[in-house]
């Protein structure tokens, strides 16, 4: 009987985990009123069967792993509300006459949305798909050129970079696969976190938007310290750990 229940409730928690998109070992310990030593042995066998991403307290669904870039179509379809929320209080943020910068990614593309109202802004962006956003309306859109990654949409390269390095920016709004406090920003392409670096360094504040599931993750390729982050935008949804770090580090947090 016991069996049962640990095999019925590895299975509760393999449907969490592709739900929410992370999980935290703590949290499901209170869910299922069990210990936290029994719950790490779950994920355990859930990792060794090789359905999840077992990661330091907790785990992540088998699809979020390090080297995977799943396309903006598939992107778009996760934490969608939480999205368009980050997207609007990004967009509140921005001044008339300002120049900003917008990373590719569904999470900056909300925020493209949420400008097209502006009537004096300059945007700054490596998104074909943005830039398309933009089109006719009052803002003056800026592309970087470079060359075309199929699955983001998003010019990479050293023409995107060049052409970064000759503009300066008010603010950077920079979308990323994984945040880990400790370890910094990152995303699972190495010319894309060389892009992003360079953005980084054009902009006078940097405002990470993600949402939470984006927390407590690493991907392949490193863009930056946490040191370089100014703000960041994310939904209620992140754990009390990784909120207290980030304000630890001296981070602005705007919940949603």
């Known amino acids: 009987m016991q069996h049962m229940l640990n095999e019925e409730r590895r299975r509760v928690v393999l449907d969490i985990i592709n739900r929410?998109?992370?999980?935290?070992?703590?949290?499901?310990?209170?869910?299922?009123?069990?210990?936290?030593?029994t719950i790490r042995k779950d994920l355990e066998v859930l990792h060794s069967q090789g359905?999840?991403?077992r990661t330091h307290g907790g785990a992540l669904p088998i699809r979020t792993g390090a080297l995977l870039d799943p396309s903006l179509r598939e992107k778009e379809k996760l934490h969608r509300k939480e999205k368009i929320k980050i997207g609007e209080a990004a967009a509140r943020l921005v001044k008339e006459g300002q120049s900003v910068v917008l990373d590719s990614g569904t999470t900056t593309t909300m925020i493209?949305?949420?400008?097209?109202?502006?009537?004096?802004?300059?945007?700054?962006?490596?998104?074909?798909?943005?830039?398309?956003?933009?089109?006719?309306?009052?803002?003056?859109?800026?592309?970087?050129?470079?060359?075309?990654?199929?699955?983001s949409f998003s010019l990479v390269g050293p023409l995107a970079e060049e052409t970064l390095r000759r503009l300066s920016a008010d603010v950077l709004f920079l979308g990323v696969d994984g945040f880990d406090v400790h370890f910094g920003l990152t995303t699972p392409n190495v010319l894309e976190a060389k892009v992003n670096r360079v953005m980084i360094e054009i902009a006078r504040r940097t405002v990470v938007v993600c949402d939470s599931s984006k927390f407590g993750r690493r991907s392949l390729s490193s863009i930056a310290p946490t040191s370089a982050v100014h703000?960041?935008?994310?939904?209620?949804?992140?754990?009390?750990?990784?909120?207290r770090a980030l304000e630890e580090a001296g981070i602005e947090v705007t919940l949603v």
């Not at 949420?114 to 800026?142: K, P, Q, S």
């Not at 703000?231 to 909120?243: E, F, G, H, P, Y």
Request: charge should be positive.
């Open 231 to 243: 703000q960041t935008i994310t939904d209620s949804r992140i754990s009390k750990a990784d909120l």
């Open 112 to 151: 493209g949305r949420a400008l097209r109202g502006y009537r004096n802004l300059t945007v700054i962006t490596n998104a074909v798909n943005i830039a398309a956003e933009l089109a006719g309306t009052a803002i003056e859109v800026i592309l970087t050129g470079g060359t075309l990654r199929e699955n």
């Open 51 to 53: 359905a999840i991403y």
């Open 20 to 37: 929410d998109g992370r999980v935290l070992v703590k949290d499901l310990a209170h869910r299922f009123g069990t210990s936290q030593v």
